[in-house]
């Protein structure tokens, strides 16, 4: 399958490993397009973490194994493309709590926007946010 497209890619260097890119493509790699949205809550399942190069998402292979777990994974927190950290929710009675993880050494969201994006979960699962552990 490669094959049919090898003249159609070229070689790159990715956190000192070899990928390749289809050459179409160069522009729109070296110079990205500014993101639509810097941050970004992602479901424990989220197709997004399904990437084969995980190093990518999270440099830090330390942290991995707080992500990327056999059973039930956590939520990521998404910032400017890098996971910066993780989420989970539980159903109380008085409505949904969120608890938020972001490592220390990366560049911090603005909290607000955090609480925002915590109340737009809560609200799509039809319940009422009734607090957030950052």
């Known amino acids: 399958m490669w094959k049919t497209v090898s003249e159609e890619t070229e070689p790159v260097t990715v956190l000192g ?7 179409a493509d160069r522009d729109r790699f070296l110079s990205p397009e500014p993101l639509q949205r810097e941050l ?3 479901g424990g399942h989220d197709p997004f973490l399904d990437q084969r190069d995980r190093l990518i998402l999270q440099p830090d292979k330390a942290l991995h194994p707080q992500i990327w777990k056999t059973v039930t994974n ?5 910032y400017r493309g890098e996971i910066i950290g993780i989420w989970t929710s539980k159903k109380k009675s008085g409505g949904m709590e969120i608890n938020m993880t972001i490592w220390n050494g990366t560049g911090l969201p603005d909290r607000q926007k955090l609480l925002a ?3 737009a979960y809560a609200a799509f699962r039809g319940q009422k946010l009734s607090g957030v552990t950052l």
């Not at 490993?17 to 289809?22: D, P, T």
């Not at 956590?74 to 998404?78: C, E, K, T």
């Open 40 to 42: 970004l809550l992602l």
């Open 74 to 78: 956590p939520g990521a927190i998404l």
């Open 17 to 23: 490993k070899k990928a390749w890119i289809l050459s």
């Open 117 to 119: 994006l915590a109340e």
